[in-house]
Nanobody, 120 residues
């Protein structure tokens, strides 16, 4: 079983910065698709950014030009760098990753979620 471990959420003032991280265990062989989603109570979970193993990225318009998704391949960890935070960025952020295990089985897993609160 693959367990993605998230960290890095917290409370900041508008204009502040946070970096979220999502670590995959050593039992994986590949990390092909890396996603960050966010969700508020009563709302759907929306994709914020996606990074593929070929380096291509997709951003939602609300964060384009502000947030950056990137990966540390040596650690099987990917990140969401969030500068210039706005109150509307407040949400629980979830990472999602998919790829292959060492035995070539496929996986897709979610992190446990980390709360980001941005005060105005």
């Amino acid at each position: 079983q693959v367990q993605l471990e998230e960290s890095g959420g917290g409370s900041v003032q508008a204009g502040g910065s946070l970096r979220l991280s999502c670590a995959a265990p050593g039992t994986i062989s590949t990390l092909d698709t890396m996603n960050w989603f966010r969700q508020n109570p009563g709302k759907r979970r929306d994709l914020v950014e996606q990074l593929l193993s070929d380096g291509s990225t997709t951003y939602t318009d609300a964060v384009k030009g502000r947030f950056t998704i990137f990966r540390d391949g040596a650690k099987n960890t990917f990140y969401l760098e969030m500068p210039n935070l706005k109150p509307e960025d407040t949400a629980v952020y979830y990472c999602n990753g998919s790829g292959h295990l060492l035995d070539d089985d496929v996986y897709e897993e979610w992190g446990q979620g980390t709360r980001v609160t941005v005060a105005s």
